[in-house]
C-alpha cells in the first residue's frame, strides 16, 4: 500500500562500498534521494533520508590489502570521501550509517539468531561459483566455459570455484509470498518494467541463499559461531532498518518504518526486491512501499565504474561551477529509469542554455529592470489584463503537474515543466517589452505589473526548482528579497502572487555564468593532474575520522567558500563552553572512545570523545577543556552524545588543551 500524501517519508540508496573512492553514478543515486527528500519536505511530509557506507566483506578486504592498511583504517580513510562529496553536492542525509558501528553489528546478529531459533535459517554445505567484486554467488544456470570456469553474468569477469560449511536461509519457502506480495502490489518495484524481470526471476524458482562465509574475516561474526561471518549482503540490506533505529530508537523507528522507497541502481534489483522483502516477511516486519531501480550513466557507452577504468569524478564537474548545474544536469538529461551517456560537451550545452541563457538571464533582466525602473520595489501595479491573468494561470497548471511529476519520481518531466512556464515568462517580457514602458511616464502602472508578473513567475518557479538546485534557488529568493530558508516554504501554500508589494529586490549577482567548453575541459584535465598529485602527497597522511562519523558530520552548510575562509559570523555560530568532566568510562566494544559525563554550568551532559587511546577516563575526571555546546546531538557506536570536546589529532594520538586556571564550568570561550 502506498501511504497518504501527507504520511512521514523515509528514503533510502544504497549503501556504497568503501572499495574505492565515489564517482559521478554514486553522486546520481545520492541526488536523486537528496532532491526527492527535499521535494516531500516542502510537500508537507516528515522525512528520513539514510545513506552511507558498506564496509565489509571481501571487496574492501582485499581493497584495505592493497594499500597496506586494515579494513578497519582502510574505510576510515574513503567514508570521508563520501562525507566530503555529498557536502559539496548539498546533499543532506539525515544520518550516515557505516555497518562498522556497533549498533548495526549488533541489530543485524541480533535479526540473523531470530531467524536462526526460528528454522528460516540452518546449516549445510555449498559448492558454488562466487564473484569476488560483486560479492555474488552465480546461479546454477550458468554454463562453465571451456576451460572449466564461470564467468560472471553482470561482470564479465571469472568467478571463483568455492565450497564451504555455511548458513542458509530458506529462500525457497518465500517464493509464493513473493509473487503473493507483488501481486497484490504492483508498484512494489518501479519502474514496471522491472517489475516484470523480477515476478519472472522468482517464478523460475527460488534456492535457499547461502548467508555466511569462513573465508572472509572482515565481516559481523555468526552469534556463537564466530568462525562464520555473515554474508555481506545479508549485513548491508539490514542497514535500512538499524540506520532508522531498529532496536536503539523505537520511536523514530516506529514513525518512518517501513520505507516509502529504496532508491537503488538496476544491478542491485535482485538483492532489493527478491530477498530483501524474504529477509522481512521472515523477520514479521513490513515490506517497503517500492524499490525503484535507476537507470546507470554510461560513458562510451560502457557503465562508469572503477572495474572499467573510466570513473568520472564529480568534483572536476563542480568545481568550478559548484554543484547546481551537475545536479540540473543529471535529473533533466534523462529520466530516472533509464540509461544515460555522459559527455561534457552534453553537460555544458545544458549549462549554457539551460541555466545560463534561460533561467539566468530572466532572473537578472528582470531584477536588473526592477532596480534601474523602481530602485528595486516595485510601485502599485495597474490592474490585470488578460496576458497577466493568463501567465498566472499557466503558473497554477505548471505547478499541478510540476508537482505530480515529483511526487511520482518523474524528476525530468518536472523540470520540462518548469522550463516550459519559464520560455512563457521569457515570452511574456519579449511581447510586454518593459524597456520600452519604461519611456512613457504614463505607463509606469503597466511597467510595475510587467515586472511584477515577471518576478512573481520567477518566485514561483524558484520555490519549485529548490529541491533541484537548493543553493541557486535560495540565492534568488534572496535576490527577491525574501527573508527566511526557500526549504521552509511549503508547496500547498504557494500561490503566484505570493509576492508582496513593497519588499525590496537586490541587484543580482551572476548565476549561472556562460562556461567555455574548450575552457572547462582544460581547466578539469590540469585539476585532475593536480589531483593526483596532491593524492599521492596525501597518501600516508590522510588521517582517518578520530571518532566514527555521524550525521552531525554531514554538515547543512552550502561547500566552504575559496581557500576555506570563513567569516566572523560564521565562527560566531559556534557555542565553546568550559566543561567539566564528572564521570568518564569507555564505550564497551570500541578501543577510541570515552563516554563523559560533563558540566556545563547551567546543565549536565554526555558526549562521546575519540581519545581512549591516549587517555585513560581516570586521568580525565575533574579535568576541564573547551566543547563546542551547540552541535547538532549524534549517535555514536549506538551511544548518544550532545557536544564535542577540542583536541588535536594526529593519527591515533589525541591531545586535549586543558585549562590551567580555575574557570567556572560553562564559561563561553570566544
Ligand atoms: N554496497 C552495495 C549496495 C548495498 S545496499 C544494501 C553496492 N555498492 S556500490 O557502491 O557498488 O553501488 C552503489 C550504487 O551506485 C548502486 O545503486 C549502483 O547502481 C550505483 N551506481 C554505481 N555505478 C553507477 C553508474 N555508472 N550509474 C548509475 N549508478 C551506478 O552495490
Known amino acids: 500500500m502506498e501511504k497518504t500524501s501527507k504520511a512521514p517519508f523515509y528514503i533510502t540508496t544504497p549503501i556504497y562500498y568503501v572499495n574505492d573512492v565515489p564517482h559521478i553514478g554514486h553522486a546520481y543515486t545520492t541526488i536523486i534521494a537528496d532532491t ?10 516528515e522525512v528520513f533520508f539514510l545513506t552511507g557506507t558498506d564496509e565489509h566483506g571481501q571487496k574492501v578486504e582485499k581493497a584495505a590489502a592493497e594499500h597496506g592498511l586494515d579494513p578497519r583504517a582502510w574505510a576510515d580513510r574513503v567514508v570521508v570521501r563520501f562525507y566530503d562529496l555529498w557536502k559539496a553536492l548539498n546533499c543532506e542525509p539525515d544520518f550516515f550509517i557505516r555497518t562498522t558501528m556497533e549498533f548495526h553489528e549488533k541489530g543485524v546478529q541480533k535479526l540473523f539468531q531470530k531467524l536462526l531459533d526460528q528454522g528460516d535459517i540452518y546449516k549445510g554445505e555449498y559448492k558454488g561459483w562466487y564473484c569476488v567484486p560483486d560479492e555474488n554467488f552465480l546461479t546454477d544456470d550458468i554454463p562453465q566455459e571451456k576451460d572449466g570456469t564461470k564467468i560472471c553474468p553482470d561482470c564479465g569477469r571469472k568467478a571463483a570455484s568455492v565450497s564451504e560449511e555455511t548458513y542458509f536461509f530458506r529462500l525457497s519457502a518465500y517464493q ?7 501481486a497484490a502490489c504492483p508498484r512494489f518495484v518501479r519502474p514496471a518494467g522491472r517489475m516484470n524481470e523480477v515476478t519472472s526471476f522468482v517464478r523460475g524458482g527460488l534456492k535457499d541463499l547461502s548467508i555466511t562465509r569462513t573465508t572472509v574475516k572482515w565481516g559481523v561474526p555468526v552469534p556463537g559461531d564466530p568462525a562464520h561471518t555473515i554474508y555481506v549482503w545479508f549485513d548491508a540490506l539490514h542497514n535500512y532498518l538499524t540506520g532508522i533505529g531498529y532496536d536503539w530508537d523505537p520511536v523514530r523507528f516506529g514513525k518512518f518504518w517501513p520505507p516509502s522507497v529504496h532508491l537503488i541502481g538496476k544491478d542491485i534489483l535482485r538483492f532489493h526486491a527478491v530477498f530483501w522483502p524474504a529477509f522481512l516477511l521472515a523477520s514479521g516486519l513490513p515490506l517497503p512501499d517500492c524499490v525503484f531501480g535507476h537507470g546507470w ?24 561551477l559548484g554543484p547546481d548545474p551537475l545536479r540540473y544536469f543529471l535529473l533533466r538529461e534523462v529520466p530516472i529509469g533509464l540509461d544515460g551517456n ?18 539566468g538571464n530572466l532572473v537578472s533582466r528582470t531584477l536588473t529592470m526592477v532596480g534601474n525602473y523602481f530602485q528595486g520595489t516595485i510601485d502599485p501595479p495597474s490592474p490585470e489584463e488578460t496576458q497577466d491573468i493568463q501567465i498566472q494561470e499557466s503558473f497554477m497548471a505548471m505547478k499541478k503537474n510540476a508537482l505530480a511529476h515529483y511526487n511520482s519520481y518523474a524528476l525530468s518531466k518536472a523540470l520540462e515543466e518548469i522550463w516550459a512556464f519559464i520560455t512563457i515568462v521569457n ?11 519604461a519611456k512613457a511616464p504614463g505607463l509606469r502602472p503597466r511597467l510595475a505589473r510587467v515586472l511584477y508578473q515577471a518576478a512573481a513567475g520567477i518566485r514561483g518557479v524558484t520555490a519549485l526548482l529548490a529541491p533541484i538546485m537548493p543553493g541557486s534557488a535560495q540565492k534568488i529568493w534572496e535576490f527577491l528579497g525574501e527573508s527566511g530558508m526557500i526549504q521552509d516554504l511549503r508547496f500547498d501554500d504557494l500561490a503566484f502572487d505570493d509576492l508582496r508589494l513593497g519588499q525590496t529586490m537586490k541587484e543580482p549577482t551572476p548565476l549561472f555564468p556562460r562556461v567555455d567548453l574548450k575552457a572547462f575541459l582544460a581547466e578539469g584535465a590540469k585539476s585532475k593532474e593536480e589531483k593526483i598529485m596532491d593524492e599521492t602527497k596525501n597518501e600516508h597522511t590522510i588521517e582517518p575520522a578520530a571518532t566514527p562519523v555521524t550525521p552531525a558530520a554531514i554538515s547543512s552548510d552550502p561547500p566552504a567558500p575559496k581557500k576555506n575562509l570563513i567569516t566572523y559570523d560564521e565562527f560566531a555560530k559556534l557555542e565553546l563552553r568550559v566543561a567539566h568532566v564528572l564521570e568518564a568510562v569507555k564505550v564497551e566494544g570500541a578501543k577510541k572512545l570515552l563516554k563523559l559525563k560533563i558540566n556545563l554550568g547551567t546543565e549536565q551532559r554526555q558526549i562521546v570523545a575519540g581519545v581512549a587511546e591516549t587517555y585513560a577516563p581516570e586521568q580525565l575526571v575533574g579535568k576541564k577543556f573547551i566543547v563546542i555546546a551547540n552541535l547538532q546531538p549524534a549517535v555514536i557506536r549506538g551511544v548518544e552524545s550532545q557536544g564535542m570536546l577540542l583536541a588535536a589529532v594526529a593519527g591515533d594520538k589525541s591531545a586535549i588543551p586543558f585549562f590551567e586556571s580555575d574557570v567556572p564550568a560553562g564559561t563561553k570561550v570566544k
Open 36 to 45: 526527492l527528500a527535499r521535494f516531500m519536505k516542502m510537500n508537507g511530509r
Open 427 to 437: 515570452k511574456y517580457l519579449a511581447d510586454n517589452a518593459p524597456w520600452k514602458l
Open 342 to 359: 555522459f559527455s561534457h560537451e552534453g553537460f555544458i550545452h545544458r549549462v549554457n542554455s539551460d541555466l545560463a541563457n534561460d533561467l
Open 176 to 182: 509464493q509470498k513473493l509473487l503473493d506480495h507483488y
Open 297 to 320: 550513466w554510461l560513458k562510451d557507452e560502457a557503465k562508469i565504474s572503477k572495474s572499467m577504468g573510466n570513473v568520472l569524478d564529480p568534483y572536476i564537474l563542480i568545481q568550478t
